[in-house]
Nanobody
């Protein structure tokens, strides 16, 4: 059974930092990409950042987080991180880990709440 174990969410003041992590366990096979998405109340689930698990490690970021967030991965551990700096109130959302593996298999984490408020 495949599981995505997320951690690192919480409450932080504007300008603060948080680091999210997500570990994929189970018989997941070869992973193509891992990433983070977020969903605020009343909004769609949007891409935050994705990273290729191959050697290239190509990354993709939403314009709203470029220069503030950094995605990274540990290939051997099937783990992805999201370092979030200079957080803003508009970053408040539930953040979901996503995995895309071979044969179009896709998995989602349970979500972790990030709240940016003074």
């Amino acid at each position: 059974q495949v599981q995505l174990v997320e951690s690192g969410g919480g409450l932080v003041q504007p300008g603060g930092s948080l680091r999210l992590s997500c570990a994929a366990t189970g018989n997941i096979g070869n992973i193509i990409t891992m990433g983070w998405y977020r969903q605020a109340p009343g909004n769609h689930r949007d891409t935050v950042a994705t990273i290729a698990m191959a050697t290239s490690g190509v990354t993709n970021y939403a314009d709203s987080v470029k220069g503030r967030f950094t995605i990274s991965r540990e290939y051997a551990q099937n783990t992805v991180y999201l370092q979030m700096n200079d957080l803003k109130p508009e970053d408040t959302a539930v953040y979901y880990c996503n995995v895309v593996a071979w044969f179009k298999r896709e998995y989602w984490g349970q979500g972790t709440q990030v709240t940016v408020s003074s």
